[in-house]
């Protein structure tokens, strides 16, 4: 038989934390696990200005027909405005552009064949930790995987360790750098940090890739662009992938970008040549719906208002559903313990808890959380957090 060698790649763990956490009858449990914002009612909510943005859509859009290899040309401005500046100096002189892409995934699967096709032999270099999927996207498009060290033993930000092993990375090789928000850790880099690293980047004339995931969820929609736009203003080529899944609330209508800033309009031109091509081969064309969401309200000023509003409200709650649960493990005396979840941003948290305190917690406190310890804040509910506490406390004493 065709099929009879064929063995069974495992699940994904995250993934399965949702059918684990599905099942569980516990009223008191905890779904820590997906990276996906919940309000206070545990739902994942459509946006006001999103589903204002498609009823627009639905009474005035004319067309189903394909859109081109590198999607909505406005989309593609529009989200490069927002990444960039709408003020940026390489919009102005055509150095930097956008291929739309389903989802940041997309976007980073792009950058990974573009890597193996058109700058052969070069390796991309990642955060030991990060998102487990950059493994293995950029593993299965050929391309060799290394690794250099951002979060110590001590579940605090090694800078030092993580400057000293780029200055080791061969010459002209990628580094992936998260521009905000790092997932899975929630530590951010310092200005000043962002600066020492931009400095060995430009010495080891390395190309930097940064994934832009969580726009807006961590110090505010331009605060967070703030290590993206130094990057473009000191250096000639740079690679952004965006995501408007969390800060869209567009999960699954799959909106992304690759951003390429080349160093004159003629060269950016040549490399979106092969993006389109590489494209062509991957989705052909992206899908379009949640795009045009994006473009309907980054370009209409009202709707751009209300948008952002929503999103400094999901960034707002979650910084403080982080310090209410580092007040509510206070009187268990864990306060200074878990202090760290105070300095991080985003969305997720490297809480410290080790893989067995994890199964406990799943185990007898239905809390569910990644093996590693990452927890999705954005997931906690603010009116139990004395509960959570309580069950952290019990597998920490033990």
């Known amino acids: 038989m065709h099929f009879s060698a064929i063995g069974r790649v495992p699940g994904d763990p995250i993934l399965g934390l949702i059918d684990a956490y599905n099942q569980d009858t516990n009223p008191n449990k905890f779904d820590l696990g997906v990276g996906v914002y919940k309000d206070a009612n545990g739902l994942t909510p459509i946006l006001q200005s999103v589903k204002q943005a498609e009823q627009r859509l639905v009474d005035q859009q004319q067309t189903k027909t394909y859109i081109g290899g590198h999607g909505d040309s406005r989309f593609g401005q529009l989200i490069s405005e927002l990444v960039l500046g709408t003020d940026s100096p390489l919009l102005e002189a055509k150095r930097a552009g956008a291929t739309q892409t389903p989802g940041g995934t997309g976007a980073l699967r792009l950058v990974a064949d ?9 390796g991309i270099w990642l955060s030991d930790p990060t998102w487990p999927i950059h493994e293995s996207i950029f593993a299965e498009a050929g391309l060799k995987v290394g690794h250099y060290p951002y979060v110590g ?13 780029l200055e080791h990375v061969p010459l002209g090789d990628v580094v992936l ?7 899975p850790t929630g530590f951010d880099l310092s200005q000043d940090d962002w600066r020492q690293v931009l400095d060995v980047v430009r010495r080891r004339e390395l190309l930097p890739l940064l994934d832009f995931a969580y726009q807006g969820f961590g110090d505010g929609l331009e605060e967070d662009a703030w290590s993206t736009r130094l990057f473009v203003s000191e250096l000639p080529e740079v690679l952004i992938t965006s995501s408007c899944s969390k800060n869209f609330g567009l999960y699954r209508e799959r909106v992304g970008a690759l951003i390429v800033c080349a160093n004159d309009a003629e060269k950016l031109t040549d490399v979106r040549s092969q993006l389109a091509y590489l494209a062509r081969n991957l989705w052909s064309n992206p899908p379009d719906h949640g795009a045009a969401v994006v473009a309907t309200i980054l370009g209409d000023a009202q709707l751009k208002a209300q948008w952002a509003a929503e999103v400094e409200a999901m960034r707002s709650r979650i910084a403080q559903l982080r310090s209410g649960l580092v007040e509510a493990l206070t009187p268990f005396g864990l306060a200074e313990r878990f202090a760290h979840i105070n300095q991080q941003r985003g969305m997720f948290s ?49």
Not at 177 to 183: F, W
């Open 350 to 398: 490297y809480t410290g808890l080790s893989t067995e305190q994890v199964q406990v917690l799943r185990e007898k406190h239905s809390v569910y959380m990644v093996g590693s310890g990452r927890a999705n804040m954005a997931g906690v509910d603010g009116t139990r957090l004395e509960l959570l506490a309580k069950a952290i406390a019990q597998v920490c004493q033990h």
């Open 114 to 122: 573009f890597i193996a096709h058109c700058l052969p032999g070069r």
């Open 153 to 165: 033993r001590d579940n605090t930000l090694n800078v030092a360790a993580m400057l000293h092993a």
């Open 177 to 183: 750098l998260h521009a905000c928000c790092h997932n």
